[in-house]
Nanobody, 120 residues
Framework: VQLQASGGGAVQAGDSLRLSCTAS????????MAWFRQAPGKERVFLAT????????TYRNPAEDRFTISKDNAKNTVYLQKNNLKPDDTGVYYC??????????????WGQGTQVTVSS
């Protein structure tokens, strides 16, 4: 399974972006797809995941309503809509596929990452 992430770029604070992650195939051990972010000099952190068999979602911070994860099973694609971007959102965004989990170790497949840079 190969994951292709896209949609990153350089934006201004307050802008919106939609990241996409497309899987080359739906493997039998794929139950969830997730987004992680790695800021410069920091560890990779979980942002959100979506269950591929249901519409259930889990967010790192449920009170944070700036991010929305969604999916299109027909296209094997997961999206991360990011609104009102802040400079702290800067980093490389990775998509992953595997278990439906908030833990990186539970994901077997990883994309190459897409850079998001937010300037103030």
């Amino acid at each position: 399974v190969q994951l292709q992430a896209s949609g990153g770029g350089a934006v201004q604070a307050g802008d919106s972006l939609r990241l996409s992650c497309t899987a080359s195939t739906r493997a039998s051990n794929m139950y969830g797809m997730a987004w992680f972010r790695q800021a410069p000099g920091k560890e990779r952190v979980f942002l959100a995941t979506i269950n591929l068999n249901t519409r259930h979602t889990t967010y790192r911070n449920p009170a944070e309503d700036r991010f929305t994860i969604s999916k299109d099973n027909a296209k094997n694609t997961v999206y991360l809509q990011k609104n009102n971007l802040k400079p702290d959102d800067t980093g490389v965004y990775y998509c992953a596929a595997g278990d439906y989990s908030a833990y990186a170790d539970d994901y077997e497949y990883w994309g190459q990452g897409t850079q998001v840079t937010v300037s103030s």
